[in-house]
């Protein structure tokens, strides 16, 4: 900090640095957790998948009480989250990429979060109801 | 804008045909195809845990043919998109970067997806249907 070359080479405040977030203000957030779901989501693409063929020909009964189980309601749990979140981090560049009419822009972002966001508490929602009420 | 006759990047149609542009063009597209496939993932478990008539319509609209043109799509998309997913997060790693590892991962991923999509649809076909 002291060294006048650094100052030179920095022109971000002590604060700034500290933070960390840049001009953008989130930092690598959306890089970051992008990366996170889809860890998480290619982990449990091979189950999901397993699961999903596995119920073909299968009765309502079978699929309820397979997804009821345990496991199976916790991982279709995590699946959905990581799933939506990471359609929302996708689906924002694209927004951000293709749409340059700042109104625009906004609001699709706007329905993009409210949309993602209701697909997950609908999932969530469907698969308390499977495990505990079916 | 001052001057409206400056070319504007990226003008894609200058380049020679790459599998590398292909490849993120696809991932992109079969992205935007999974978000559909997420919200009718959140619709058939809605209707798993409604039962009944919401449940047998869900799973007739599922097994006609127009609905099995379209899981057909959202796996071969899930399958492409979980590979070159992969080959992204290998990247990251900062593993192979080289040019001819580029184009080897990207044939690999484009051969997999064919087989893991082909073995995905062998066990359902043969599951029920």
Partial sequence: MNDPQNVVKDFRTPIGRARGLGSAKSGTGHFWWQRVTAVVLALLVPWLVGTLVSFIGADLGTVQATLARPYNAIGMAAFAVALFWHAKLGIQVVIEDYVHTRAWEVILQFLLTFACALGALASLYAIARIAFLA | ?129
């Fill in chain 2, 1 to 129: 804008m001052a001057n409206r006759e400056r070319p504007l990047s990226p003008h894609l149609q200058v380049y020679r045909w790459q599998i590398t542009m292909t490849m993120s063009i696809l991932h992109r597209a079969t992205g935007i195809a999974l978000v559909v496939g997420a919200f009718a993932l959140a619709w058939w478990l809605l209707a798993v845990a409604a039962g009944g008539e919401a449940y047998a319509s869900a799973a007739a609209c599922l097994a006609s043919p127009l609905g099995k043109i379209v899981l057909f799509g959202f796996s071969l998309s899930l399958v492409y998109h979980l590979l070159n997913g992969i080959r992204h997060l290998l990247w990251d790693a900062g593993w192979g970067f080289e040019i001819p590892e580029v184009y080897r991962s990207g044939y690999t991923v484009f051969g997999l997806t064919v087989v893991l999509t082909a073995l995905i649809w062998f066990f359902a076909l043969r599951g029920g249907a």
